[in-house]
């Protein structure tokens, strides 16, 4: 089942065009990469898709329904949650309430509830936090559940963060990037979380720079480049595929040309 | 649980000692300006959440304030006896909308009851807070800052051009609030004591409210927007909602505290709505620690009272803009959180010290 279609989706800042009428689709149990040089889009297309940035042309379909005049609360509430390319945690919050305010489109009470303390309330707040420290003991930080957010390392931000979308209950996780920054034993055990998340029902899309990551866990690559798709499908197929090859990977090339980044100027398409 | 009543029986105990404390020390008097600027703080206390924790500024407060006092303070004063006969006026004098009464040279009136006036002055004050608030908080940054700013000023102008409102001199001759079950909101020295313990408790209310809120689902959204915006929003929090709702809800406490001192002290005047009470109000949630709603409460009743004694005197405008610059300098926190680190960072050198001479001395 097509679980997010994007269709003919594009966005220019000013002259620049980042996404260039691309369009995709994401079936529901998949791990799915998106990959491509610094600058091909990637992080554009999460935001148009997470409801940051509107898309000037076409379509983004949600489970058949088109998504793409949400604000992001809304698609939030649809099911669809993500984390950014720089944690951007509440990092005046302790880890537990950070993961905690990610309960919070599937959870009610307002000002006056919250206020009063309703009993239903008490209630809803004890579920609250005990859902929050599922997701916390899930992505392994239990000891840290009580430490301030701020001070916690780079890679423990990264999983409070993938903590704090997976207790958004989504359909759809879209993860940016998450193995930067990351050293070969976390990159590791991340691949295989990620595949944990995905058997639980999670479909997952990433863009990521670790190819080793991505062509270990994805069942389905896309390939951008400046803001548009030049190849799709199995890891392996991606990485045979010559245009890939010339743009991307740059393997073929490497004695040829001076650098990758020039035979990546020259093979512009 | 017991952790959050420790502070409730705290401030509990202060209000009593203090009472205690005038009484015994025969300055019962002392506890007129107490009572005022306990009311005063309330404005403080709204403004907290606002600032604190939703990471917005207002400049507007005083003149929520002043709404809530000026709406009430017209309507319980202003004589509809013209309007006696009509069959409309019956009805709402049946409901108690309408109150028969005495002014102050003896002659009948009809005027709105306070409990009536107060509620018009909920609406009034609702639909202000949502027209200045709608547009300015859809967006992103200080633009509630510069909206309630224009908004005061606004506000100052027609309170001071107007002739319902008293002009320049304002309104007196308000009357006392009866709340019923023997609580009457009354400036009279015989009621002194009663209206120390009226202002405490609502304060104190209010506060827990607030205290409840900030530490439950709505205050964890509001601390995110005030963290970050759009991951608070792609984390399913309606920010622009959240953050309107907040500034309402403080603006109508804001108004609350208007229409309770304006009974209380039987009339208000222009001042109340000027620009620098609004900058009084946000200098004093800042030097509160702005996200610590109880060492604001506690700092602005101090400092208010203080200035309604007038022990400032001309400096009393320099005092607040000091007060201001020291604390966001020295403990942008507020004084109570530093405090609070250094007696554990004593407390834990001194245990180390101690320590380390048990270790020399086997």
Not at chain 1, 38 to 51: E, H, P, V, W
Not at chain 1, 107 to 115: A, D, E, K, L, Y
Not at chain 2, 150 to 164: D, E, N, R, T, Y
Request: net charge positive; aromatic share 8%.
């Amino acid at each position: 089942m097509k679980l997010l279609e994007v269709l003919n989706a594009r966005r220019s800042f000013g002259g620049l065009v980042a996404v260039d009428q691309v369009s995709f689709s994401v079936f529901s149990g998949q791990i799915k990469a998106m990959i491509g040089p610094n600058g091909a889009g990637k992080t554009t297309l999460f935001n148009i898709i997470s409801g940051l940035l509107p898309t000037e042309t076409g379509k983004i379909l949600f489970k058949g329904k088109n998504i793409h005049r949400l604000k992001p609360f809304q698609i939030a509430h649809a099911g669809i949650s993500r984390t950014f390319q720089n944690p951007s945690l509440f990092l005046k919050m302790s880890v537990l309430e950070n993961v905690m305010v990610g309960r919070h489109s599937r959870t009610r009470w307002g000002f006056i509830g919250c206020g009063l303390r309703f009993p239903g309330q008490i209630r809803e707040e004890k579920h609250i936090q005990e859902a929050a420290l599922e997701q916390i003991a899930y992505v392994g930080l239990e000891h840290l559940a009580d430490s301030p957010a701020g001070s916690l390392g780079f890679g423990q931000r990264r999983m409070v963060e993938l903590a704090r979308a997976l207790a958004t209950e989504p359909e759809l996780l879209l993860l940016d990037e998450p193995a930067s920054g990351l050293n070969p034993k976390e990159t590791e055990d991340l691949g295989l979380l990620i595949r944990k998340i995905r058997d639980t029902g999670v479909t997952i899309l990433l863009v990521e720079h670790d190819m080793s990551l991505v062509m270990d866990i994805s069942d389905d690559v896309l390939v951008l480049h400046n803001g548009s798709v030049i190849a799709e499908g199995t890891p392996s197929a991606v990485q045979d595929d010559q245009k890939v090859i010339s743009v991307y990977l740059g393997k073929g090339l490497a004695h040829a040309a001076p650098g990758e980044k020039s035979s990546m100027r020259l093979r512009r398409p | 649980m017991l952790k959050r009543l420790i502070p409730i029986v705290l401030m509990a105990a202060v209000i009593v000692a203090v009472q205690l404390l005038a009484t015994a020390l025969e300055k019962e008097y002392c506890l007129t300006q107490l009572t005022m600027a306990i009311y005063y703080s309330m404005v403080v206390m709204g403004l907290c959440l606002v600032m604190g924790y939703a990471g917005q500024v207002s400049l507007g407060h005083g003149a929520f304030f002043a709404i809530g006092g000026y709406t009430s303070a017209i309507l319980t004063t202003r004589s509809f006896l013209s309007l006696q006969d009509t069959w409309w006026a019956g009805i709402l004098k049946r409901l108690h909308v309408f109150v028969l009464r005495e002014d102050m040279f003896g002659s009948p009136i009809m005027t709105v009851s306070p409990w009536a006036a107060f509620l018009a002055a909920m609406i009034v004050t609702f639909i202000a807070a949502f027209l200045i608030g709608y547009p300015a908080l859809r967006l992103k940054g200080h633009y509630l800052a510069m909206a309630t700013l224009g908004f005061a000023m606004i506000v100052h102008k027609i309170v001071l051009g107007s002739a319902f409102a008293g002009a320049a001199d304002g309104i007196t001759g308000v009357p006392e609030w009866t709340l019923g079950a023997g609580l009457v909101i009354t400036g009279k020295s015989v009621a002194r004591v009663q209206n120390y313990y009226l202002a405490s408790g609502i304060a104190l209310v209010i506060l827990i409210l607030l205290g409840n809120l900030v530490r439950s689902r709505v205050g964890r959204a509001l601390q995110a927007i005030h963290d970050q915006e759009t991951a608070a929003n792609a984390m399913g929090i309606n920010t622009s909602a959240y953050k309107l709702q907040v500034f309402i809800v403080s603006a109508l406490i804001a108004a609350i505290a208007g229409v309770l001192l304006t009974h209380y002290t039987g009339g208000i005047g222009p001042s109340e709505s000027s620009i620098l009470k609004s900058v009084r109000y946000v200098a004093l949630a800042a030097a509160g620690g702005m996200a610590n709603l109880w060492s604001a409460s506690l700092i602005s009743t101090l400092i208010n009272y203080l200035s309604l004694r007038d022990w400032f005197g001309t400096f009393d405008n320099a005092v607040f803009g000091a007060l201001l610059i020291i604390i966001i300098s020295i403990a942008p926190d507020g004084p109570f959180k530093p405090l609070g680190l250094w007696i554990r960072r004593w407390s834990s050198l001194a245990r180390v010290r101690t320590g380390e001479k048990n270790h020399e001395t086997p």
